[in-house]
């Protein structure tokens, strides 16, 4: 593993939700935990709920964001960053419009994020009365795990279509 790669494996952030009964914590590149306040989970409606997560997933990203650019900045020692191209201006404009979607193991939550900048959750029914704690965990868990495969797939797909990379064909059409 290269230093830089070694850098970033390591980076962890923290956030909590406006109210501050929902954390989160993100290690290296797609490990993000979840957890509540004591208590806290009996208190909510799924509306609620989902609102709390999606402000939290905001400020998550947002440290996530910040403390990757201030490793890669740190590593970097260019005195003078390259004129951006046509291809690399393209490249920026669609990241920013990049859609991606996750739905958990039991279809109970579902995920979407524009650029993983503006997030929307969606919680099928109400989960306090029919999932445990730990089950909603579980299912928010694997609706994030989801959202971030289908992001790393859809840059893939990007960087191939505007940089040409040399994905196989097949890699290409099946996305």
């Known amino acids: 593993m290269g230093e830089l790669a070694e850098r970033l494996s390591l980076l962890v952030v923290e956030a909590a939700s406006p109210d501050g009964d929902i954390s989160a914590t993100a290690r290296g590149p797609g490990d993000v935990r979840i957890g509540f306040a004591p208590g806290a989970y009996r208190r909510y409606r799924a509306a609620v ?43 920026q404009r669609q990241l920013a419009d990049l859609q991606v979607t996750g739905v958990s193991a039991r279809g109970r ?25 730990s089950e909603f965990l579980a299912e928010l868990g694997s609706a994030v795990a989801a959202l971030l495969a289908d992001h790393r797939a859809k840059v ?15 890699m290409r059409t099946a996305g």
């Open 109 to 133: 939550v579902i995920v979407r994020s524009r650029a993983l900048v503006s997030w929307h959750v969606e919680i099928a029914g109400e989960p306090v009365g029919s999932l445990t704690e």
């Open 156 to 170: 893939t797909l990007l960087t191939d279509a505007v940089y040409d990379i040399g994905l196989p064909r097949a």
């Open 49 to 91: 709920l989902a609102r709390q997560v999606e402000a939290l997933a905001t400020a998550l990203w947002v440290r996530y964001r910040r403390r990757y650019l201030e490793i890669v900045s740190s590593w970097t020692y260019r005195d003078e960053e390259p004129e951006p191209t046509d291809e690399d201006r393209d490249f």
